[in-house]
């Protein structure tokens, strides 16, 4: 008997027929002896239906209202699947973030787990209880409903793994598993039978949607197997978890990830001295915009240009903040651009391996793509491009780098 | 400087322009120098929504899943009404019913206040909050969402305004305050300045649809002001409250209710011996099962008939508890009817005055409707009569008893 944890994504619960199978595959797993909880999403566009309502009301809803809004689209489908559960004659429960123990800090629509505290769970798995938890949502410490951002139910998902002390988390959602790259520009891209934590993470961070970066480095740091697959066949999926047992099998390149969610700004004629980042990106982090890719181009005398991408739904709020600042370190002029895409290829084979980055840089320039901006970790190296060219640099990347994939199981 | 609660209907918060009129109204309020409680039911057709939702999953939703699928009705408008607020410069807070207190027992979707800790809207109010609270849910001792049933928003703004201390509590909806009769079956029925609590309930109780009688109720035994009036007009309403001082005043009929939500059980040859209506009676009150009117007939030999009325909502479950309770009582059978309706007139100056039954039944007599069932109290007579009846013995009895009613203000 195994405690099992899975989440099952908005397009996996989008209709009631989509929620009752899903209701059976979560009873068939119970019904084989396992405690089971099950991390649900919004039913399908739930989600921007709510948002609409809240831009109906104001340009710019009030955060901590618009958590409470948002979580009751995870709170609706985890009653229904109860619901699905019990009138199949399984024992269901469903729990709020609130009742599940989800911990977190106080930064509303993108709130940390800082915690969980699962005794409600545990309670109602020894009364035999399949729990259903409303994923994406939290508590903060003075008791306000909190929501967790982007991927927000996949992290709960594996925080609640973590906390119980799960055998295994399943991600389930409308892909097969971790594929080599976008299956909808690579029709014949593969899908992978393991992948480890650190390859994942750099293929989540830049672009490959299967599942969220932070949940991922969440089941590194405790080392929680995590299972993705398809919530609509019996495909075996892709199982993410430390590869240091097959180390000499490491793959040279895993993936090809990219992500059109790309603007950048650059900040024109920065004097140069030191303590001019921080001024410029200590008052970014307060307000939670996630900064990536920094460069900061040589100097010409005393000043310099710095340039950085953020994502584009960050844009408005990363200038509003961006321009004053520049004003008052005596910075000539701010710029954007969001017409651009980040293309990447990532492997831990890539580590110590010289030569990976000039033949990504030739591939793109055979393609006829040009190359804004670079950015490399050890298992990683992203190019910022123009988003006319991401179909083509995922192709011609994906041919490149085929013959290093992983061969199919 | 007052303490208001105030509580807006459904079709009161039905789109964003009507959210944004309640919230030009609240912050009003606010901006005299009050401190404002808002309680908000659910938009519009929210409620029947979630109902439609729960039944695509399964005929019977349990009624636990369905407290919190319902309860987040509430909670969007809560938020929506804070949004909009807080959008105008008005600072504002939407809560829960668990963070506003409302503690309840643990029948779900009938749940019962059983006290309001209102400590968290006391520190929101301190610090220039408006508060909106969702309206209908509370919380069990378990923790969970609990729903209140009919009536449960206005019986949360009166449990709030009594918890408060507050100096009164306002009842905003689709009609202009207590008529002498339904509107829309008679065009000429007058608003009544004020009506004393028992009045009132009366009215409430036996099909005036202007507020849920156990929020009168609630009203009375804690002498809370109530004022119900229009959520789209200036129109002054009506209070609801103590009418000790004008007792030599006392009108003599109010007002004529009515209900069309009335089904009839008859079960037929029953043993007459002691005990026999606490069997029958006992199984409907633990499945929360409101019966209305009893009537036991005169017993032929050692048998007799009881007849008793419930609301049509729940005669499907009535029968189900009746039926086996039936058989084992040695009973002959059991007949129903969901064709009945009720209609009552209600006035404190009935009281020791003897001939406005009689008055009453040859009024209906005279418009030719017969009666099945009778019931009275110090203060209301109500006749049991066919459905298709309705209409003509509301306007035949506001005909009838219209010199009686108090004169407009």
């Given amino acids: ?116 505290e699962p005794s409600r769970i545990q309670d109602e798995l020894s009364r035999g209880n399949i729990v259903i938890v409303a994923g994406f949502q939290g508590f903060s410490p003075s008791m306000d409903t909190t929501t967790l951002g982007r991927g927000g139910s996949d992290t709960t998902a594996v925080a609640l793994a973590v906390g119980l002390e799960a055998d295994v988390c399943e991600i389930y959602t409308d892909v097969e598993g971790v594929l080599t790259a976008d299956p909808r520009i690579v029709p014949d891209a593969r899908k992978l039978t393991t992948i480890g934590y650190e390859e994942m993470l750099e293929l989540a961070s830049y672009g490959a949607k299967v599942m969220a970066a932070r949940a991922v480095e969440l089941g590194q740091v405790h080392s929680m197997p995590i299972l993705v697959a398809s919530s609509s066949t019996e495909a075996p999926g892709t199982l993410i978890c430390n590869e240091e047992a097959s180390m000499e099998l490491r793959r040279k390149v895993s993936g090809i990830a990219h992500d059109t969610n790309v603007a950048k700004i650059t900040i024109v004629g920065v004097p140069d001295h030191p303590g001019i980042a921080k001024d410029i990106f200590e008052p970014l982090a307060r307000a939670a915009v996630s900064v990536d890719t920094i460069v900061q181009n040589v100097g010409q005398g005393a000043v310099t240009d710095i340039t950085f991408t953020v994502s584009r739904t960050d844009l408005v709020k990363a200038l509003s903040i961006v321009e004053p600042v520049s004003k008052q370190i005596g910075a000539r002029s701010v710029s954007s651009d969001e017409t651009l895409s980040k293309v990447s290829i990532v492997g831990t084979g890539m580590q110590n391996t010289p030569g990976y980055a000039a033949k990504m840089f030739r591939a793109l320039a055979d393609a006829g793509i040009n190359i804004e901006l670079i950015s490399t970790s050890e298992i990683r190296i992203t190019c910022i491009i123009s988003e006319d060219g991401v179909v083509d640099a995922v192709r011609s990347l994906h041919k490149e780098f085929e013959v290093e994939f992983e061969q199919p199981a």
Wanted: charged share 25%; no cysteine; net charge neutral.
């Fill in 1 to 116: 008997m195994a405690l099992v944890v899975q989440k099952y994504g908005g397009s996996s619960v989008a209709s009631a027929d989509k929620i009752r199978n899903v209701a059976s595959r979560v009873s068939r797993r119970k019904d084989e002896g396992n405690d089971v909880v099950v991390v649900v999403s919004a039913m399908g566009k739930t989600t921007d239906e709510l948002i609409r309502l809240a831009r109906q009301m104001t340009d710019q809803p009030d955060e901590r209202e618009m958590d409470v809004l948002l979580s009751t689209g995870e709170t609706v489908s985890s009653t229904l699947m109860a619901m699905a559960l019990k009138s199949s004659g399984h024992p269901a429960v469903s729990l709020s973030g609130l009742q599940a123990g989800i911990q977190t800090d106080s930064t509303h629509s993108k709130a940390r787990i800082t915690g969980v």
